[in-house]
T-cell receptor
Framework: AQSVTQPDIHITVSEGASLELRCNYSYGATPYLFWYVQSPGQGLQLLLKYFSGDTLVQGIKGFEAEFKRSQSSFNLRKPSVHWSDAAEYFCAVGGGADGLTFGKGTHLIIQP | DTAVSQTPKYLVTQMGNDKSIKCEQNLGHDTMYWYKQDSKKFLKIMFSYNNKELIINETVPNRFSPKSPDKAHLNLHINSLELGDSAVYFC?????????????FGPGTRLTVL
């Protein structure tokens, strides 16, 4: 069965500092991987996705993620965070008939 | 020009009632889903529906039933509502033709059962 682990429930980062959110997955085949962001009271917005090709994926809002098969990881990074990045971040794997399997999310807090 | 829409946005109801949430997508997608986000923000797949093939997550009570009048719509009907059904419900859609499994989500319906 597929699964996703986001080990950090909360992360606090100072505005302007770099960010890395961790994601580990378990999947039987070549994974389809996604990062979504959810602002309070809002829906899910796709930041980026990986399913083949270059293992370093660029997304919207200055985010990027790197797929590392040997570590079963798909960590999300941003070189310099802005106060507007404060939100809940979800890593997900899969899709197709079985739908997406989400991690439990990481709550990002930005300190001024 | 909303891609995936849901109605209503908020739904407050009493225990024991029956309610429906509607979902429509105008993306020409062939597969639609319902997800439940609980109070701890955990998102879990409930159903996927493609060309009349319904795949049900085994943990979903049979009080929940998806109904698809056509490819652009997947409604969620809930019978005998319970307190534990309070959650945010998200509809999503995708097309297998794209080959990347990207799903487009609706804005969510916040259901509160009193």
């Amino acid at each position: 069965a597929q699964s996703v682990t986001q080990p950090d429930i909360h992360i606090t980062v100072s505005e302007g500092a770099s960010l890395e959110l961790r994601c580990n997955y378990s999947y039987g085949a070549t994974p389809y991987l996604f990062w979504y962001v959810q602002s309070p009271g809002q829906g899910l917005q796709l930041l980026l996705k990986y399913f083949s090709g270059d293992t370093l994926v660029q997304g919207i809002k200055g985010f990027e993620a790197e797929f590392k098969r040997s570590q079963s990881s798909f960590n999300l990074r941003k070189p310099s965070v802005h106060w507007s990045d404060a939100a809940e971040y979800f890593c997900a794997v899969g899709g197709g008939a079985d739908g997406l399997t989400f991690g439990k999310g990481t709550h990002l807090i930005i300190q001024p | 020009d909303t891609a995936v829409s849901q109605t209503p946005k908020y739904l407050v109801t009493q225990m024991g009632n029956d309610k429906s949430i509607k979902c429509e997508q105008n993306l020409g997608h062939d597969t639609m889903y319902w997800y439940k986000q609980d109070s701890k923000k955990f998102l879990k797949i409930m159903f996927s529906y493609n060309n009349k093939e319904l795949i049900i997550n085994e943990t979903v009570p049979n009080r929940f039933s998806p109904k698809s009048p056509d490819k652009a719509h997947l409604n969620l009907h809930i019978n005998s509502l319970e307190l534990g059904d309070s959650a945010v419900y998200f509809c999503a859609s995708t097309t297998r033709l794209a080959g990347d499994n990207e799903q487009f989500f609706g804005p969510g319906t916040r259901l509160t059962v009193l």
